[in-house]
Nanobody
Framework: QVQLVESGGGLVQAGGSLRLSCAASGGIFNEHAMGWFRQAPGKEREFVATISWSGGKTYYDDSVEGRFTISRDNTKNTVYLQMNSLKPEDTAVYYC????????????????WGQGTQVTVSS
């Protein structure tokens, strides 16, 4: 059983930056691909970014490509999401997720989820 705890959310002005962290415990972290998803009010949860167990493969949604960077430190059992040039439309609850196996952009493929951290971008 893998437990995930996100942190680093908050309120930021448009154009600003935030770095989200997701600490994992209870499993073999470096056997899991990790993903970040987000859910805005009234909308479905959507894919943001994913990273392979080794960190060698990353994929991003088009809406964040070039602005967000996903990374991981397997020595710390932590995955990060660096978010730059934030826009009001990035406002959402951000969730990290883990799956045993390769990366996936589909949320149904993920086995474990954190509780989420709120990101609010003001205009």
């Amino acid at each position: 059983q893998v437990q995930l705890v996100e942190s680093g959310g908050g309120l930021v002005q448009a154009g600003g930056s935030l770095r989200l962290s997701c600490a994992a415990s209870g499993g073999i972290f470096n056997e899991h691909a990790m993903g970040w998803f987000r859910q805005a009010p009234g909308k479905e949860r959507e894919f943001v970014a994913t990273i392979s167990w080794s960190g060698g493969k990353t994929y991003y949604d088009d809406s964040v490509e070039g602005r967000f960077t996903i990374s991981r430190d397997n020595t710390k059992n932590t995955v990060y999401l660096q978010m730059n040039s934030l826009k009001p439309e990035d406002t959402a609850v951000y969730y990290c997720a883990a799956r045993f196996g390769p990366t996936s952009t589909s949320l149904v493929k993920y086995d474990y989820w954190g509780q989420g951290t709120q990101v609010t971008v003001s205009s």
